[in-house]
């Protein structure tokens, strides 16, 4: 007869974000600098704090998608947001849950594309606010 162990990994939602997470320091880590140049790359970090920051405040407002390609696809509902200790990370990370035809799925702030206002088919503008 076999016996054997197995670990399972499954992250959970920790609870509201952690405003004093070192976000710098970690977009710093996943996209450097050089890539795009100091002024494109800062320009990108304000973004995704803008963006975090409104779906923060008020989830139920809006849709976001992680698409790259134009014109957007994959739109969700924010289903939660907060620190998740999930996959990839395995460490609690700044994170939304968005809502797909097959559920949905956790994504780290850094790769969310764009938001938009729901019922609306066009993503936000966003006004980039520094912080």
Same mark, same amino acid.
């Given at each position: 007869m076999k016996?054997?162990?197995?670990?399972?990994?499954?992250?959970?939602?920790?609870?509201?974000?952690?405003w004093?997470f070192?976000?710098r320091?970690?977009?710093?880590?996943?996209?450097p600098?050089?890539?795009?140049?100091?002024?494109?790359?800062?320009?990108?970090?304000?973004?995704a /704090?803008?963006?975090?920051?409104?779906?923060?405040?008020?989830?139920?407002?809006y849709?976001?998608?992680?698409?790259?390609?134009?014109?957007r696809c994959?739109?969700?509902?924010?289903?939660?947001?907060? /620190?998740?200790?999930?996959?990839?990370f395995?460490?609690?990370?700044?994170?939304?849950?968005i809502?797909?035809?097959r559920?949905?799925?956790?994504?780290?702030?850094?790769?969310?594309?764009?938001?938009?206002?729901k019922?609306?088919?066009?993503?936000?503008?966003?006004?980039?606010?520094?912080l």
């Amino acid at each position: 007869m076999k016996t054997k162990t197995v670990t399972v990994r499954e992250g959970e939602l920790l609870g509201p974000i952690d405003w004093n997470f070192d976000f710098r320091e970690f977009y710093k880590d996943i996209y450097p600098a050089a890539c795009n140049g100091e002024k494109a790359h800062e320009e990108c970090f304000q973004r995704a /704090m803008t963006i975090l920051r409104m779906l923060e405040a008020e989830p139920d407002k809006y849709e976001a998608t992680t698409d790259g390609g134009w014109p957007r696809c994959g739109w969700g509902s924010i289903a939660h947001i907060g /620190m998740y200790d999930g996959w990839p990370f395995w460490k609690p990370m700044p994170s939304v849950f968005i809502t797909s035809w097959r559920v949905g799925d956790w994504h780290s702030f850094h790769n969310i594309t764009d938001i938009r206002v729901k019922g609306e088919y066009y993503p936000l503008k966003i006004e980039v606010v520094s912080l």
